[in-house]
């Protein structure tokens, strides 16, 4: 596959943080010509997010990228903690433990990655580029127009200032909270909105002693006021403090002057005369302070015509849960298989619609379950302050689309507990421990990024059908029959798929199961081949 330099593309991505990149980078190794733009000169300068769970690793580790990021973790790796108090050197109200959430195995073949945004957005966007993509920092979106069969796009080169049009067949929009391209479409969001604004500084302080040995990666305090957040940064020393101020009652981030911005940090840390030396977010800049949005909302549609919106363009929650940066990422991953799939004629454009029924409802609850933790984390103490069951909101959502063959009987409820896995469709599929030629891997090993086929040990019918659907359809299908070359040495896998061993799972591209038959089918061809087109939105065969 060849880049997209040129006038045209099959894919524009507008935006270059996690969720871009993430979408390029998912398309591009899926054999789709992309183009992304992003405004600023670089990726994110601060870390932003600074955590990504388990799920984002195991999209990443399907890519081939885990072990690289494990190589990017940062300092604060070794500093897995929360912790929650009046001020850093006052008396504890929580702490959270963010590793101890998840047992090794349990319900993941990997965990949660201690990686600033920043880092994991350069790691992503060199993979990017070395996949073809064609990234265009400091590059902006003029203007756009769908034409019903492509968009026509005008670019503008901040260096340069000259112009030139790019022609794509879709347009991914990732700009951001902002969302410039959702509201120009006329496009509105529902939710709480705007919770609150946040004056953020950095500053450098020997804070040891009041640390007391505790090593975490982000405090609440109380002080100077209720929802002030202490950060640990990347150099030994640096902090950055974020302390909220009322905008809607005319408080202004001009407010911050540099010695209120010095008495607050002392406030917060808990030593009236601290010495400390404020230090600006980038080397050379002359401004110290940022102002952060906190908001909750969710953008009414996901799509118009050939655009789509994702991450923080269509969703904003609040920076508990470590959930904004990582729902964007299942988002690109969710879009890009489709995207890919339509794009090589594999797919009917019906397939499209899908991403919008999927991924909303998700972000609804996700913007509910990041509220609570929010609140948990300003006001709860103790166990409350860890009431939420994050774990399950990560690897629990569960689809429901024209794309998921969803069984009779299946719950209502929008997440189910991965800890105990029931295999139904619209789930992710479960992990359980195999083994292969001497070596443990994973049954999401086994998915690694096209329809894959779950049989049990009985099921040769099913593995032989498979073969002959994907010969006849043109697409690609792993097929596997546990109990042939890979094996199943603790019989767990019958269990969590729900199927018995003459019966099958089909996986979807990005890891979520879209039919099972429990048993064997008196025409397994014929039933392979319907459900596969029918997730496909493809007709069915006279």
């Given at each position: 596959?060849?880049?997209?330099?040129?006038?045209?593309?099959?894919?524009?991505?507008?935006?270059?943080?996690?969720?871009?990149?993430?979408?390029?980078?998912?398309?591009?190794?899926?054999?789709?010509?992309?183009?992304?733009?992003?405004?600023?000169?670089?990726?994110?300068?601060?870390?932003?997010?600074?955590?990504?769970?388990?799920?984002?690793?195991?999209?990443?580790?399907?890519?081939?990228?885990?072990?690289?990021?494990?190589?990017?973790?940062?300092?604060?790796?070794?500093?897995?903690?929360?912790?929650?108090?009046?001020?850093?050197?006052?008396?504890?109200?929580?702490r959270i433990n963010m590793l101890a959430q998840v047992h090794?195995?349990?319900?993941?073949?990997?965990?949660?990655?201690?990686?600033?945004?920043?880092?994991?957005?350069?790691?992503?966007?060199?993979?990017?580029?070395?996949?073809?993509?064609?990234?265009?920092?400091?590059?902006?979106?003029?203007?756009?127009?769908?034409?019903?069969?492509?968009?026509?796009?005008?670019?503008?080169?901040?260096?340069?200032?000259?112009?030139?049009?790019?022609?794509?067949?879709?347009?991914?929009?990732?700009?951001?909270?902002?969302?410039?391209?959702?509201?120009?479409?006329?496009?509105?969001?529902?939710?709480?909105?705007?919770?609150?604004?946040?004056?953020?500084?950095?500053?450098?302080?020997?804070?040891?002693?009041?640390?007391?040995?505790?090593?975490?990666?982000?405090?609440?305090?109380?002080?100077?006021?209720?929802?002030?957040?202490?950060?640990?940064?990347?150099?030994?020393?640096?902090?950055?403090?974020?302390?909220?101020?009322?905008?809607?009652?005319?408080?202004?981030?001009?407010?911050?002057?540099?010695?209120?911005?010095?008495?607050?940090?002392?406030?917060?840390?808990?030593?009236?005369?601290?010495?400390?030396?404020?230090?600006?977010?980038?080397?050379?800049?002359?401004?110290?302070?940022?102002?952060?949005?906190?908001?909750?909302?969710?953008?009414?549609?996901?799509?118009?015509?050939?655009?789509?919106?994702?991450?923080?363009?269509?969703?904003?929650?609040?920076?508990?849960?470590?959930?904004?940066?990582?729902?964007?990422?299942?988002?690109?991953?969710?879009?890009?298989?489709?995207?890919?799939?339509?794009?090589?004629?594999?797919?009917?454009?019906?397939?499209?619609?899908?991403?919008?029924?999927?991924?909303?409802?998700?972000?609804?609850?996700?913007?509910?379950?990041?509220?609570?933790?929010?609140?948990a984390r300003h006001y709860a103490e103790g166990d409350e302050?860890?009431?939420?069951?994050?774990?399950?909101?990560?690897?629990?959502?569960?689809?429901?689309?024209?794309?998921?063959?969803?069984?009779?009987?299946?719950?209502?409820?929008?997440?189910?507990?991965?800890?105990?896995?029931?295999?139904?469709?619209?789930?992710?599929?479960?992990?359980?421990?195999?083994?292969?030629?001497?070596?443990?891997?994973?049954?999401?090993?086994?998915?690694?990024?096209?329809?894959?086929?779950?049989?049990?040990?009985?099921?040769?019918?099913?593995?032989?059908?498979?073969?002959?659907?994907?010969?006849?359809?043109?697409?690609?299908?792993?097929?596997?029959?546990?109990?042939?070359?890979?094996?199943?040495?603790?019989?767990?896998?019958?269990?969590?798929?729900?199927?018995?061993?003459?019966?099958?799972?089909?996986?979807?591209?990005?890891?979520?199961?879209?039919?099972?038959?429990?048993?064997?089918?008196?025409?397994?061809?014929?039933?392979?081949?319907?459900?596969?087109?029918?997730?496909?939105?493809?007709?069915?065969?006279?």
């Open positions: 596959m060849t880049g997209s330099r040129g006038d045209e593309t099959s894919v524009l991505v507008v935006g270059g943080g996690i969720t871009g990149l993430s979408a390029a980078f998912f398309l591009a190794r899926q054999g789709v010509r992309v183009t992304l733009v992003e405004r600023h000169p670089s990726t994110a300068i601060m870390p932003q997010a600074r955590a990504f769970n388990a799920r984002s690793l195991e999209i990443f580790r399907t890519f081939g990228l885990e072990e690289e990021i494990h190589q990017h973790l940062s300092i604060l790796a070794d500093m897995p903690e929360m912790i929650g108090g009046d001020t850093l050197a006052g008396d504890e109200r929580f090794p195995g349990e319900i993941s073949p990997t965990d949660w990655a201690m990686i600033d945004q920043d880092e994991l957005e350069r790691v992503v966007r060199a993979n990017a580029e070395s996949a073809g993509v064609d990234v265009r920092f400091a590059t902006e979106l003029v203007s756009f127009e769908d034409d019903g069969k492509g968009i026509t796009a005008v670019l503008r080169d901040l260096g340069s200032e000259t112009e030139s049009s790019l022609r794509a067949e879709y347009l991914i929009a990732s700009d951001g909270n902002r969302a410039g391209i959702r509201h120009q479409l006329g496009v509105e969001a529902d939710g709480p909105g705007v919770l609150g604004h946040a004056a953020h500084f950095l500053f450098d302080a020997d804070l040891d002693s009041v640390l007391r040995d505790r090593r975490f990666l982000l405090a609440y305090f109380n002080q100077p006021k209720t929802g002030t957040v202490l950060v640990p940064l990347g150099q030994l020393g640096r902090w950055m403090l974020g302390v909220p101020f009322q905008a809607d009652q005319g408080e202004s981030i001009d407010d911050f002057t540099e010695e209120r911005c010095i008495e607050l940090a002392r406030t917060a840390v808990g030593i009236p005369d601290l010495e400390l030396t404020l230090v600006p977010p980038v080397p050379g800049w002359s401004r110290m302070l940022m102002d952060v949005r906190i908001g909750a909302m969710v953008a009414r549609k996901y799509r118009v015509g050939r655009v789509f919106f994702a991450g923080d363009s269509a969703h904003v929650v609040p920076p508990t849960g470590s959930f904004g940066a990582n729902t964007g990422i299942a988002d690109a991953h969710n879009l890009a298989w489709k995207l890919a799939e339509v794009l090589h004629g594999h797919a009917g454009p019906e397939l499209l619609d899908t991403y919008e029924a999927e991924r909303h409802p998700v972000a609804q609850t996700t913007m509910e379950t990041a509220l609570k933790i929010l609140d302050a860890t009431r939420i069951d994050e774990v399950t909101m990560a690897h629990g959502y569960r689809y429901r689309s024209a794309a998921i063959r969803t069984e009779p009987g299946t719950p209502d409820a929008p997440v189910e507990n991965p800890r105990t896995p029931s295999g139904r469709p619209g789930l992710r599929a479960p992990h359980v421990w195999l083994e292969r030629a001497g070596s443990a891997l994973s049954t999401l090993d086994l998915c690694t990024g096209s329809f894959t086929v779950l049989a049990g040990p009985d099921g040769e019918e099913w593995t032989a059908a498979a073969e002959r659907v994907a010969a006849e359809l043109g697409i690609d299908l792993d097929v596997h029959r546990i109990g042939d070359d890979v094996q199943d040495q603790d019989k767990q896998f019958l269990k969590a798929y729900g199927i018995g061993a003459s019966g099958v799972s089909l996986v979807r591209p990005d890891g979520f199961v879209a039919w099972r038959a429990q048993e064997q089918a008196a025409d397994p061809v014929k039933e392979l081949r319907t459900v596969l087109r029918e997730i496909l939105a493809l007709p069915q065969a006279g």
